[in-house]
C-alpha cells in the first residue's frame, strides 16, 4: 500500500459571493464602489469572492432582504457552485439572517459581521481584544436564537416549549454578564490610557486619521523612522500607535490610528471610541486621503463624518493627499488622448488644494514632496507649540 495522502483542509480559502441592494437614486458606480470594497473585505479576512448578486429595490425585504426570486437565483447558483457563505453588504436583523440561513443551508454573514471578524484577527493588545469582544457579544445577542434552531424548540404551541428556550435564556444572561464585564475591563483600561497620557509630558500631539489602507501606516514609519506594520489590506492597524518624533530640533508625538470605513457597526464605533481618544485630545489632525481612489471624495466625507461623531471635526487638520504617483485624471483632454498624469504643480493648482487649505500632495512609498510635508508640518507644530508656551526657550 502507498503512503496516505493527507490534506490541509484549514488553508484552503473560502468561497464567496456578495449580494446588495441598489436603492433608488444610487448610481452604478457607486453600486460598483461598495461591492469592491465588500470584496476587499472578504480578500482580507481571508475568503475568495466567487459571483456577485444585485437587485434593485426600494428598500430590502423585511424577511428575506431580497426577493424571493432572486434568494431562489442566488440558492442556485450557492448549490451547484458549491459555496462555502454568502455575504450581505448591509447588516441583517435576526430574522432576515434566520430565513436566509434555512433557504440557503450556508455560512451568511453581513457587513458587520465581517468587519467584527476582521478586528478579531487583527487584534493584539488587551484593549483592542476586549474591545471586539465586546462588539461581538453585542452583535450577538439578538441574534441568539438562530444558535438554538437545531433544537427545534422555537416554533411555539403546544410540544414545542422547553430546554431550547431555557438554555437561550440562560446564554442570553451569561452574555449580559460577559458584556458588564468586558465594560469594566475596558474602563479600567481607559483610565490605565489617560494615565499615560497624562505621563508623556507637554508635548504637541498630532494624530493620523483617514479611510483604512490609505497609507496612514507608510507615513507613521516614514515620519517615525520606526516599522509600524502597513500591508495592502483593510484594517491593516487596529491598535493605536504612539511614537515620538523630531523633526529638526521640535520633537512632538505622533499616533496612528485604526481606518474608518463606510457602515462601520455603530456598537463597534462605540467600542473603539476609548482606541479614539488619541484622535480627541490630539492637537493636529493629519486627514490622509488616497487621491488615485476613484472614490476619495466619498472618501473623505466618511472620514468628516466619523470624526463629527467623535467630537474632533472641528480640530487644526492638514490634509495629505496621498499616492498622487497613481493619480490618473477621470477624463482625458481630448477624446482620443489617454487620461493625463498631474505633475505636482498640477495638484498644487487643482481644486483639492484650493479647497482644502493646509493641503499637500505627496507619495509616502514613492517619497515624493516628503520634505515639503515635513516642513509644513513642522511650521504647524511650532505655531502651537508657540502660541501654549510662549516663553518656551525653543531654537526654532
Known amino acids: 500500500m502507498g503512503k496516505q495522502k493527507y490534506y490541509d483542509t484549514a488553508l484552503k480559502p473560502e468561497r464567496a459571493v456578495l449580494v446588495g441592494v441598489i436603492r433608488p437614486g444610487e448610481k452604478p458606480e457607486e453600486t460598483r464602489e461598495y461591492l469592491d470594497e465588500l470584496a476587499f473585505l472578504v480578500d482580507t479576512a481571508g475568503g475568495v469572492v466567487e459571483h456577485e448578486f444585485t437587485q434593485k429595490m426600494l428598500k430590502p425585504d423585511r424577511g428575506t432582504f431580497v426577493g424571493t426570486g432572486k434568494l431562489e437565483e442566488i440558492q442556485a447558483y450557492v448549490k451547484s457552485e458549491e459555496i462555502d457563505m454568502v455575504v450581505f453588504d448591509d447588516e441583517l436583523s435576526p430574522s432576515q439572517l434566520r430565513n436566509i440561513e434555512r433557504e440557503l443551508q450556508v455560512k451568511i454573514l453581513d457587513r458587520s459581521n465581517l468587519i467584527l471578524d476582521i478586528f478579531a484577527s487583527r487584534a493584539q493588545t488587551a484593549q483592542a481584544k476586549t474591545q471586539v469582544e465586546l462588539a461581538q457579544l453585542q452583535y450577538l445577542l439578538p441574534r441568539l436564537t438562530r444558535l438554538w434552531t437545531h433544537l427545534e424548540r422555537q416554533k411555539g404551541g403546544i410540544g414545542m416549549r422547553g430546554p431550547g428556550e431555557t438554555q437561550i435564556e440562560s446564554d442570553r444572561r451569561m452574555i449580559l454578564e460577559k458584556i458588564a464585564l468586558l465594560k469594566s475591563r475596558l474602563s479600567q483600561i481607559d483610565r490605565q490610557n489617560e494615565t499615560q497620557r497624562k505621563n508623556r509630558g507637554q508635548l504637541i500631539r498630532v494624530a493620523l486619521v483617514g479611510y483604512t489602507n490609505v497609507g496612514k501606516s507608510t507615513i507613521m514609519n516614514m515620519l517615525s523612522k520606526s516599522e509600524v506594520f502597513a500591508e495592502n489590506k483593510l484594517f491593516a492597524t487596529l491598535d493605536t500607535t504612539v511614537r515620538k518624533v523630531v523633526i529638526e530640533n521640535l520633537p512632538f508625538l505622533l499616533s496612528d490610528t485604526?481606518?474608518?470605513?463606510?457602515?462601520?457597526?455603530?456598537?463597534?464605533?462605540?467600542?473603539?471610541?476609548?482606541?479614539?481618544?488619541?484622535?480627541?485630545?490630539?492637537?493636529?489632525?493629519?486627514?490622509?486621503?488616497?487621491?488615485?481612489?476613484?472614490?476619495?471624495?466619498?472618501?473623505?466625507?466618511?472620514?468628516?463624518?466619523?470624526?463629527?461623531?467623535?467630537?474632533?471635526?472641528?480640530?487644526?487638520?492638514?490634509?495629505?493627499?496621498?499616492?498622487?504617483?497613481?493619480?490618473?485624471?477621470?477624463?482625458?483632454?481630448?477624446?482620443?488622448?489617454?487620461?493625463?498624469?498631474?505633475?505636482?504643480?498640477?495638484?498644487?493648482?487643482?481644486?483639492?488644494?484650493?479647497?482644502?487649505?493646509?493641503?499637500?500632495?505627496?507619495?509616502?512609498?514613492?517619497?515624493?514632496?516628503?520634505?515639503?510635508?515635513?516642513?509644513?508640518?513642522?511650521?504647524?507644530?511650532?505655531?502651537?507649540?508657540?502660541?501654549?508656551?510662549?516663553?518656551?526657550?525653543?531654537?526654532?
Not at 266 to 281: A, G, I, N, Q, W
Not at 362 to 378: G, P
Open 258 to 396: 485604526v481606518g474608518f470605513i463606510r457602515k462601520l457597526p455603530h456598537h463597534l464605533v462605540e467600542c473603539f471610541k476609548s482606541t479614539l481618544d488619541e484622535v480627541r485630545e490630539a492637537d493636529v489632525l493629519i486627514h490622509v486621503v488616497d487621491v488615485s481612489h476613484a472614490n476619495f471624495e466619498d472618501q473623505i466625507n466618511v472620514v468628516n463624518e466619523t470624526l463629527k461623531d467623535l467630537g474632533a471635526r472641528d480640530k487644526e487638520t492638514i490634509m495629505v493627499f496621498n499616492k498622487m504617483d497613481a493619480y490618473v485624471s477621470p477624463e482625458p483632454d481630448h477624446e482620443d488622448e489617454e487620461r493625463a498624469v498631474l505633475t505636482l504643480d498640477d495638484f498644487k493648482r487643482s481644486w483639492m488644494a484650493n479647497h482644502n487649505a493646509p493641503s499637500i500632495f505627496i507619495s509616502a512609498l514613492h517619497k515624493e514632496n516628503l520634505e515639503e510635508f515635513k516642513q509644513l508640518l513642522y511650521d504647524k507644530v511650532v505655531a502651537l507649540h508657540t502660541e501654549r508656551y510662549p516663553y518656551d526657550k525653543l531654537l526654532y
